[in-house]
């Protein structure tokens, strides 16, 4: 993105409607009930995309939520992954899901590898690393 | 000598009362019972070698849990921390309750503070000034409201009229859940579609399994979640069966598919399950929001939630459950506050507990208001349910606050609720999910509870949860099921909430929509620096706010009294001979009634015909053998000076005063002004028998005896509440027909229809 946004920028959809659009590209003006009926519109038009997660985060940041910003980059890395993928790399970081440490350094690396997601990539190597000092490969029947 | 027992019986009294259903926790720190400090707290330190936090309250890097090193390494800001450190708690605590501080600086300062260190300011407050930083500190500027939308039967029907109605009273988010878990999809469209109708802009939950309320999310039924549950202690954490990191990443989770969300905490929950390292329980919120934070999350609930009817059975709980609210906005959190687990089963408790956030304000008041009956709540009753509602409202007329609800008219409801069944059954049919009959959908629309439907079973509820997940039904096909059936304005309403998602405006802090507009910590900012900023109730808000059902004017008292002319007409006739002069006959009682009596006033206000009242008295006096002489005061209306006048005009010095509201005194010539023999002040709980007995008193007066006198039973009713309303009005009815130095009037009456 070329311009920096601030918080006079916020809402998108009211102040700055033309930067935003659903994953398909249609606009906030083409998500209609016409377009809905028509069959023009489908889930895919209504759902967020990395490029407004990552506006959300320069707001969020210009607002003084540095956090939050960076909660919304890692979830910018997974618009584009599945559900499933989604939910089985949670359970993987749930208590005990994972045998050793390896099982959470692939999956750093398959999200890095697959999806670019460096961010989450690195947020994974960092709980395998924690767990492991603290017990956390523990089978808890 | 034995005197009958070794029990006042006050506290039989007190047995009986709900209170003593609630149990009370004696403080033990060492068991986890201490609500602000235990000698197992750290002591607040902080460490940082080149940027980096090297120990935390007391704990070396390389004995760093997962809570501590998920806080130092994603939380704590060390460009500030050793600053923010070094300030005195005291100092910081004086700060937050001082209006000149701004609100950015003091969330800087927190964002270098330890747990410990945190935990230890918010240890220096009052409850008074919790409630007051609280106001000050809370992020979005404009109060919100929260409530559950649930049911026993999970009847999709009335779910929607449920959700339509809570709706409907202002709620921002409504949050349902289920009895069966699989019925969780029956219950996300059906509240769905009830949120729908009469506005848009409320967000909706449905909590269940974390990747089923993912699911349902991502169907486009569900616009937030915030059952992502954080712990103070490694331990409980784990039992929770999940990590920061996992956590975490549920949070980037749902924000990757556009749902807003906020983490759960609270006080209590490492406390009931059993992994509390004798902590108190601030310190242990404290970790946790300092947690959330770092994990990036817009918000959270906090404020006990499921532990906070424990944390109400320690000393000084409820206090902690409003410090560790303030905890979470100072972190600059959106803070859906608590006031949900009812805590007590003391009414008393109940609006004690509400009332500092209802006048502090917050973003979302309750997280889980019970819009339903309790025993409809699916979450377990909540602190404030559906039968208390209109307590609330009346609450916030009484402060001149805003809790985020707003009184509605009953055929609105009604309306909304007939409007919301019908949308359903529509998609219902339109989806072959179900054809609900006639008689389903009305049994609902009046229904006040489940107990009242003839409705759809759990069972049903499951095969058509069954059948909208299996064929993986979309908010889309629903919206299009709506515009088919007509539904078109619900239609509109439901496709703008997922529409919401695409531009992620709702996902910053604090949002909500209001009028079709998210506004959230961003451009609704917290502008509190005194009196006369921040908040306040604009006037047409406070109209609004004002509009509660039943209000009583001056026109309607009038209008009620008019109902009662025609039938006065018809049996008694009041004939003013001319002015009323002293007599000498000692066998005489005069009885002194006020200016309006008969004129504009009609019956007294325990609903008694004043030609009734008139009747008795003067009959009671005549069968002691004794005239009764009606006076009309006009100078007047009070009921002493009524009486008193009276007595000075009866020849034998007594005389009775009586208002048309039904007040009546029986007075002495003598004797000072508000000196009488007899009293009758409580008219609403005065009956005819009593007016019968104070003629006959009078009569025994007048002739030298000694009654005894009549005392009218009153059992502790707050007559003030119930009637002065009204008697204000009457009276000003009554001061309006007084003049000054008008004189007394011989009233000749007669009573219509009688034999004599």
């Keep these: ?141 | 000598m034995n005197i009958g027992s070794n029990r006042w019986r006050r506290y039989g009294d007190w047995d009986n009362r709900p209170l003593r259903l609630d149990k009370f926790a004696a403080e033990d720190p060492k068991n986890g019972f201490a609500a602000f400090s235990s000698p197992a707290d750290p002591k607040p330190s902080i460490n940082i070698e080149n940027g980096r936090v090297t120990m935390l309250d007391g704990v070396a890097e390389a004995d760093f849990d997962m809570i501590d090193y998920f806080i130092a390494r994603h939380h704590i800001d060390t460009s500030i921390a050793e600053t923010a450190m070094a300030i005195p708690s005291a100092t910081i605590a004086s700060r937050l309750v001082d209006m000149h501080v701004p609100r950015a600086e003091l969330v800087s300062i927190a964002h270098g503070l330890t747990p410990a260190k945190l935990a230890d300011v918010l240890s220096k407050l009052n409850a008074l000034e919790i409630a007051f930083a609280y106001s000050k500190m809370r992020a979005r500027n404009t109060p919100g409201n929260q409530g559950h939308v649930t049911n026993a039967k999970d009847d999709p029907l009335q779910l929607a009229a449920d959700a339509a109605t809570a709706v409907a009273f202002g709620f921002d988010e409504i949050e349902t859940t289920m009895r069966v878990s699989r019925n969780a999809w029956s219950n996300a469209v059906a509240c769905a579609v009830g949120a729908a109708v009469g506005r848009w802009g409320t967000l909706f939950q449905c909590s269940s399994e974390e990747a089923e309320e993912l699911r349902i999310g991502m169907a486009g039924f569900s616009s937030y979640a915030e059952t992502v549950s954080v712990y103070g202690t490694e331990r409980t954490f784990i039992d929770g069966d999940d990590t920061p990191w996992s956590k975490a990443f549920l949070a980037a989770a749902y924000a990757s598919r556009g749902i807003k969300m906020r983490c759960t905490s609270g006080a209590g929950s490492e406390l009931l399950m059993g992994f509390h390292e004798s902590k108190s329980l601030l310190y242990l919120e404290a970790r946790c929001l300092c947690l959330q934070r770092g994990m990036g999350v817009q918000g959270t609930q906090n404020g006990g939630i499921d532990g906070a009817p424990i944390t109400a059975t320690v000393p000084g709980g409820v206090k902690e459950l409003m410090a560790e609210n303030l905890l979470a906005v100072w972190l600059d959190l959106e803070c859906a506050s608590g006031n949900d687990a009812r805590t007590t089963e003391s009414e008393i408790r109940v609006g004690a507990k509400i009332l500092p956030y209802l006048i502090a304000g917050s973003d979302l008041i309750c997280s889980g208001f019970g819009t339903i009956l309790k025993y409809d709540n699916s979450f377990n009753p909540s602190l404030l349910n559906g039968e208390e509602l209109e307590d609330f409202l009346v609450l916030q007329r009484d402060f001149e606050a805003d809790g985020g609800l707003t009184p509605v008219e009953e055929y609105k409801v009604i309306e909304l609720r007939r409007r919301a069944v019908e949308a359903l059954a529509a998609v219902f049919e339109e989806l072959q999910l179900g054809s609900p009959t006639r008689k389903m959908l009305e049994s609902v629309v009046a229904a006040s509870g489940s107990d009242d439907t003839r409705s759809y079973t759990p069972r049903d509820a499951s095969l058509i949860s069954q059948m909208i997940q299996e064929r993986g039904i979309t908010v889309v096909d629903v919206i299009q099921a709506l515009v088919r059936r007509g539904f078109r304005v619900e239609a509109e309403n439901l496709l703008a909430v997922v529409k919401l998602r695409v531009s992620g405006d709702y996902l910053q802090t604090s949002a909500i929509v209001r009028n079709g507009k998210v506004i959230s910590a961003i451009n609704d900012p917290n502008s509190y620096a005194g009196p006369g900023s921040g908040y306040r109730v604009a006037d047409g808000r406070r109209r609004e706010i004002n509009a509660i059902r039943d209000q009583l004017d001056q026109k309607e008292v009038l209008r009620s009294e008019a109902l009662h002319e025609g039938a006065e007409r018809r049996r008694i006739h009041y004939e003013t001979l001319g002015a009323a002069v002293v007599s000498d006959d000692r066998l005489e009682v005069v009885v002194g009634i006020s200016p309006a009596f008969g004129i504009k006033l009609f019956q007294t206000v325990g609903g008694h015909p004043l030609s009734e009242v008139l009747g008795v008295i003067t009959d009671s006096i005549v069968a002691r053998g004794l005239k009764a002489r009606v006076v009309r005061f006009g100078h007047t209306a009070d009921t002493s000076f009524l009486g008193l006048s009276a007595a000075r005009l009866a020849g034998s010095g007594i005389g009775i005063g009586l208002q048309a509201k039904g007040t009546a005194v029986i007075h002495q010539r003598d004797r000072l002004p508000h000196n009488n023999l007899e009293l009758f002040s409580n008219a609403p709980i005065t009956s005819v028998e009593h007016y019968r007995e104070l003629g006959a008193n009078a009569a025994a007066y007048a002739l030298g005896e000694m009654p005894e006198p009549v005392i009218v039973p009153m059992r502790g009713q707050a007559m003030g509440s119930r009637y002065h309303a009204r008697v204000a009005m009457i009276y000003a009815i009554e001061t309006a027909y007084t003049k000054a130095g008008a004189r007394p009037e011989e009233v000749a009456v007669k009573f219509l229809g009688r034999a004599s």
């Design chain 1, 1 to 141: 993105m070329s311009e920096k946004l601030s918080i006079e920028d916020y809402p998108l959809s009211e102040k700055r409607p033309e930067l935003v659009a659903g994953r398909r590209g249609k606009t906030l003006s083409e998500i209609t009930l016409e377009g809905v009926m028509g069959g023009k519109i489908q889930m895919e038009d209504l759902r967020i995309t990395s490029q407004a997660l990552r506006f959300q985060a320069e707001i969020a940041r210009r607002g003084g939520r540095p956090t939050l910003a960076e909660n919304f980059e890692r979830a910018a890395e997974l618009v584009e992954v599945p559900n499933d993928v989604i939910m089985s790399v949670y359970e993987l970081l749930r208590p005990g899901r994972a045998a050793d440490k390896k099982e959470l350094i692939q999956a750093a690396n398959d999200l890095r590898r697959d999806y670019g997601a460096t961010r989450l990539a690195a947020f994974i190597e960092e709980a395998a690393e924690v767990y492991e000092r603290r017990g956390l490969y523990t089978f808890r029947f």
